[in-house]
């Protein structure tokens, strides 16, 4: 599945997966600052591995993992999206 990047007018696209929505391209996934995409990064890592423990997908774990993987991609997004005024 081919995905644009969330920054309007930008020409970049990118594979993802059938459940993602979002993409940010590399150009605009630099305009994060480093300390949100490392935790989201470890935020993410952390979700995969809640996924994989046994029980359903609402346990108090799984779901404070995938909130933090929600909240910090926003913030992900808010950033790249702000740096379209810094860029002009």
């Known amino acids: 599945m081919t ?3 969330i920054v309007p007018f930008c020409p970049k696209t990118g ?3 059938p459940d993602q929505e979002e993409f940010i391209c590399r150009a605009h996934w630099r305009r ?5 995409w490392r935790a989201y990064n470890a935020a993410h890592a ?3 591995a809640a996924d994989r423990l046994p029980g359903p997908p609402d346990t108090p774990e799984k779901v404070e993992a995938y909130k933090a ?3 910090l991609w926003e913030r992900c997004t808010a ?3 702000a740096s379209i005024h810094l860029a002009h």
């Open 3 to 5: 995905l644009r990047c």
């Open 15 to 17: 594979r993802g997966d």
């Open 69 to 71: 993987v929600t909240d």
């Open 79 to 81: 950033q790249a999206l």
């Open 46 to 48: 952390k979700a995969s």
């Open 32 to 36: 994060v600052d480093r300390a949100t």
